[in-house]
């Protein structure tokens, strides 16, 4: 059974704040709540791929220390590595 989409959304917003290091809740958690309640289900898809990337890989590539390796290179990551977060 397929899980329902607002269900999904959910799941990926509270899973977006609740990462384990501090500085990630916070960036991963304002992006969500901005961008996941409008993502399709297309969308929701990738954002969970990212959110199974570790902290450490996310944190450098969001703060430009790294660059993603091309084949993790999606819209919905362009979209995180441009968000602004902002307590």
């Known amino acids: 059974m397929e899980e329902p989409l607002e269900n999904k959304?959910?799941?990926l917003i509270f899973r977006s704040g609740h990462?384990?290091?501090?500085?990630?809740?916070l960036i991963m958690e304002t992006f969500a709540k901005k961008?996941?309640?409008?993502f399709d289900e297309a969308e929701l898809a990738l954002y969970e791929e990212i959110l199974l990337h570790s902290d450490?890989?996310?944190?450098?590539?969001?703060t430009g220390?790294?660059?993603p390796p091309a084949n993790y290179i999606n819209?919905?990551?362009e979209k995180l590595l441009k968000h602004q977060f902002v307590s």
Do not use: C, Q
């Open 35 to 38: 961008y996941v309640p409008g």
């Open 56 to 62: 450490p890989d996310l944190y450098n590539w969001i």
């Open 65 to 67: 220390k790294e660059s």
């Open 19 to 25: 990462r384990g290091t501090k500085e990630m809740d």
């Open 9 to 11: 959304r959910k799941r």
């Open 75 to 77: 819209g919905v990551l």
